[in-house]
């Protein structure tokens, strides 16, 4: 099974920009769809963006759509998240997830493959 390592949370201010990465091990990478997930405090773990196994198609919660870009390289076994124009509202623990589903069911699904341990994003006001 894959395992995941996100990287690149920090903090940043309104306005602001982030890159999140999640590398995979393994050689099966291009097998999984990925997704990124977050959690704010005292939240449920929400949907944020989902991208196909080729890269083709890409899914975006309503509340990151235009803001947020997720992309990958199969070669390098790593999805990325471009956060532009961050709010406070997207403070949050950061999580990638991998499955071999469907990108587009990921937001729907419980009980996804694998799932990395997270990254803090902060975004002051």
């Known amino acids: 099974q894959v395992q995941l390592v996100e990287s690149g949370g920090g903090l940043v201010q309104a306005g602001g920009s982030l890159r999140l990465s999640c590398t995979a091990s393994?050689?099966?990478?291009?097998?999984?769809?990925m997704g990124w997930f977050r959690q704010a405090p005292g939240k449920e773990r929400e949907f944020v963006a989902a991208?196909?196994?080729?890269?083709?198609?890409?899914y975006y919660a309503d509340s990151v759509k235009g803001r947020f870009t997720i992309s990958r390289d199969n070669a390098k076994n790593t999805v990325y998240l471009q956060m532009n124009t961050l709010k406070p509202e997207d403070t949050a623990v950061y999580y990638c997830?991998?499955?071999?589903?469907?990108?587009?069911?990921?937001?729907?699904?419980?009980?996804?493959?694998?799932w990395g341990q997270g990254t803090l994003v902060t975004v002051s006001s």
């Open positions: 393994g050689r099966t990478f291009s097998s999984y769809a």
């Open positions: 997830a991998a499955d071999r589903g469907t990108a587009q069911a990921m937001g729907l699904r419980n009980g996804l493959d694998a």
């Open positions: 991208i196909s196994r080729t890269g083709i198609s890409t």
